[in-house]
């Protein structure tokens, strides 16, 4: 616990009892001496026997050390569940002896009939107690009368979410948008305020004229600007789609890529770099850190990291474009651009995450580009899966992506192969997998953390925009 300041320390009050919830220390610093204090006592002779005689006493106080760090236990203590059955006379009956399982057991342990027993994961969601505000009741006027409630939203979020009015479009949708929503023009109005926004807005159009299709993380590294203002400039711009082969990527208005065969080099490939012991190379040694792993996970008992900012539509109108504040470190004209790697594949270089969004015209690589354009000019159908390019394409690519990664990664860290054979063989073993298979690969953190969840999720950019 102290190696992780982030962590509190936990006390047990039944230590046995594995459905024990235990109260928690906060931790502080502090500047405090630890002391070892010694009483020695010496009786002096006594020649009365009626006498009393007080022996005598000394203190010797030494310092051992300084103290830097405190955990002072400032909570309640939560409520208690034991693994106990009340029977239909009242009577409590332990269900210890029948759902631990402290030694090897016969089949007959687990076919017992036992009363159901779910213990709850966590009772109270804060162990200090604190001050509830109640609002006052709202004074309506005279013939006011509240709207109905559908028992769909009784239960919803603890605020409802910003709209940023982005159409969103799925492959099977017949009609594609020609212009944005009103209240999305508005809301670019409202925080379009100054020439550095005009010159950012007049950046993204040019980019749209030169390729139609754009990802959210190619258009941050072409353009610098802030994150919470490209949420409000896209939807004024372009519309997003949900599914099919340019799945959660921004298309330009009026723009149909399911009618332009041409459209195929801006389709979305989903790479997950393959790591395991059949590779060659386990997820430890992977240069490439997972973002999340499931032996880090901590749980609701560790302090919590102060949230960013909340930026108001105010905030935005006083420089959160590209000119931002004076005092940061980057130039304004790349405060806030990604680096090229976030959406170009090059040959010789790994990707910044494990999981990665390529448009397919960024794999630059001319083997990859070959796989691409094998049916140049013969496209008839544009299909949900694979659009314009031939059937198992995207696999294809994953497996010629895969190899070149294992062999950055064999010239990079040689002791990892030393048994494994060659590079042709690591190519018929890598042939048979598709990295749509391999759901448990994780994303990486990226060097600018966005507001709202990581730009390597498409679950995230949708609801931005809901």
């Known amino acids: 616990i102290y190696a992780d300041p982030a962590k509190r320390l936990e006390l047990y009050f039944r230590p046995k009892d594995p459905y024990c919830h235990p109260v928690c220390a906060n931790r502080f610093p502090t500047s405090t001496m630890l002391l070892r204090v010694t009483r020695r006592s010496k009786k002096k002779q006594q020649l009365d026997p009626e006498e009393q005689i007080q022996p ?37 009956t332990s269900m210890y002896d029948k759902v631990l399982m ?27 107690p604190v001050d509830y505000f109640y609002r006052p009741d709202i004074q309506h006027r005279e013939g006011y009368n509240n709207p ?13 979410r910003r709209p940023h009015n982005a159409i969103f479009v799925n492959f099977d949708d017949e009609e594609i948008p020609t212009k944005p929503l009103d209240a999305a023009v508005q809301n670019w109005k409202k925080v379009c305020t100054n020439p550095v ?41 372009a519309y997003y789609m949900l599914t099919g082969p340019w799945r959660s990527l921004w298309v330009r208005f ?10 195929k080099i801006y389709q979305v490939l989903d790479f997950r770099i393959r790591c395991g012991m059949k590779y060659g190379y386990a997820a430890t040694d992977m240069p490439v850190k997972a973002k999340r792993s499931t032996y880090n996970y901590s749980l609701p008992i560790t302090v919590k990291k102060q949230g960013s900012h909340t930026v108001s539509v105010h905030d935005l109108k006083q ?14 004209s790349s405060r806030y651009k990604l680096k090229e790697s976030v959406y170009i594949f090059r040959e010789g270089a790994l990707p910044p995450y494990r999981q990665m969004f390529y448009q397919l015209c960024d794999l630059n690589v001319e083997s990859l580009q070959k796989i ?20 198992k394409t995207s696999d294809d690519l994953r497996d010629s992506m895969s190899l070149m990664i294992k062999q950055i990664i064999r010239s990079t860290r040689p002791a990892l192969f030393s048994n494994t054979t060659s590079s042709e063989d690591g190519k018929e073993q890598l042939a048979y997998e598709s990295g749509e298979d391999e759901d448990d690969e994780e994303e990486e953190e990226e060097d600018f953390k966005p507001s ?14 809901v």
């Open 56 to 92: 005598e006493v000394q203190f010797e106080m030494e310092i051992l050390g300084i103290v830097t760090t405190v955990y002072k236990f400032q909570g309640m203590s939560d409520f208690q569940y034991l693994a106990m059955h009340s029977g239909p006379d009242g009577k409590q």
């Open 102 to 128: 402290l030694k090897p057991e016969k089949e007959e342990f687990f076919n017992k009939d036992l009363p159901l027993y779910i213990p709850p994961p966590i009772f109270s969601r804060l162990d200090t």
């Open 148 to 160: 109905q409630v559908s028992g769909e939203n009784l239960i919803g979020l603890s605020r409802a």
């Open 197 to 237: 926004d005009k010159k950012v807005e007049e950046e993204l159009r040019k980019l749209f004229e030169v390729r139609p299709v754009w990802s959210r993380n190619a258009v941050k590294a072409n353009i610098s600007v802030h994150p919470d203002k490209l949420k409000v400039l896209l939807p004024y711009l």
């Open 254 to 263: 009026g723009y149909d890529p399911r009618k332009h065969p041409e459209a």
């Open 319 to 332: 420089g959160l474009g590209s000119a931002g504040t004076s005092g940061a470190k980057k130039p304004p």
């Open 372 to 391: 691409i354009h094998r049916n140049d000019g013969t496209e008839s159908e544009c299909t949900e899966r694979d659009g314009w390019c031939l059937a």
């Open 452 to 465: 709202d969840g990581s730009e390597n999720e498409m679950e995230t950019e949708i609801l931005d925009y």
